[in-house]
């Protein structure tokens, strides 16, 4: 299966630009997706192919990255922006989701 | 506005069986694949199923394979999950996500259904 590499947690302070990064064990090309988990909550989509947002998604919210690395950035980040943000990718089978990044605030 | 409704979820001892539902609204039920998605606490999400629009094609990863069914209604605009020989490891909240037309990716989720095995 695809290994998807996330760093546990990150904080900043609002208003700070931030980047995380998701890493495969093998190419994905660009089907790379990120989602925001708030405690409680289902998950949401916030990027799609890599670099593409999803409908309602504030533009604070941009993604880069093919092959085997990716990057969700937020800039500037906001205080409802204290979430977990996953990544997904669905170029091999079986789909398979990072464990996570937890982003607090400062 | 698209609405995916869970419910079914509850304790269950292990080896036993479990079906969940999803009602769907909000859209047109019967032009979208459907997938379960799960969480184990405190864990990160790991997909469980995916069906076709007509519900002919369906697709699990390894860890469910033979044990779990995925089925659809879409006369009801309903989703289902059958879940037997259940073990500890299938302690998780699913999630029933509405995929992406033409695309693996889900683009709503529901509140997610908790599933509790353990004698």
């Known amino acids: 299966d695809t290994v998807l590499t996330q760093s546990p947690a990150l904080a900043v302070s609002p208003g700070e630009r931030v980047s995380i990064s998701c890493r495969a064990s093998?190419?994905?090309?660009?089907?790379m997706h990120w989602y925001q988990q708030k405690p409680g909550q289902q998950p949401k989509l916030l990027i799609y192919?890599?670099?593409n947002l999803a409908s309602g998604v504030p533009a604070r919210f941009s993604g880069s990255g093919s092959g085997t690395d990716f990057t969700l950035t937020i800039d500037p980040v906001e205080a409802d922006d204290t979430a977990t943000y996953f990544c997904?990718?669905?170029?091999?089978?079986?789909?398979?989701f990072g464990a996570g990044t937890k982003l607090e605030l400062k | 506005e698209v609405q995916l409704v869970e419910s079914g979820g509850g304790l269950v001892q292990p080896g036993r069986s479990l079906k969940l539902s999803c009602a769907a609204s909000?859209?047109?039920?019967?032009?979208?694949?459907m997938a379960w998605v799960r969480q184990a606490p405190k864990k990160g999400l790991e997909w469980v199923a995916t069906?076709?629009?007509?519900?002919?094609?369906?697709y699990y990863p390894d860890s469910v394979k033979g044990r779990f069914t995925i089925s659809r209604d879409n006369a009801k605009s309903s989703l289902y999950l059958q879940m037997n020989s259940l073990k500890s490891e299938d302690t998780a909240t699913y999630y029933c996500?509405?995929?992406?037309?033409?695309?693996?990716?889900?683009?709503?989720w529901g509140q997610g259904v908790m599933v509790t095995v353990s004698s």
């Open positions: 069906i076709s629009t007509s519900g002919s094609r369906t």
């Open positions: 192919k890599a670099s």
């Open positions: 909000g859209f047109t039920f019967s032009n979208y694949y």
């Open positions: 996500a509405r995929r992406s037309y033409a695309q693996n990716y889900f683009d709503y």
């Open positions: 997904q990718q669905s170029w091999n089978d079986p789909y398979t």
């Open positions: 093998e190419g994905v090309n660009s089907y």
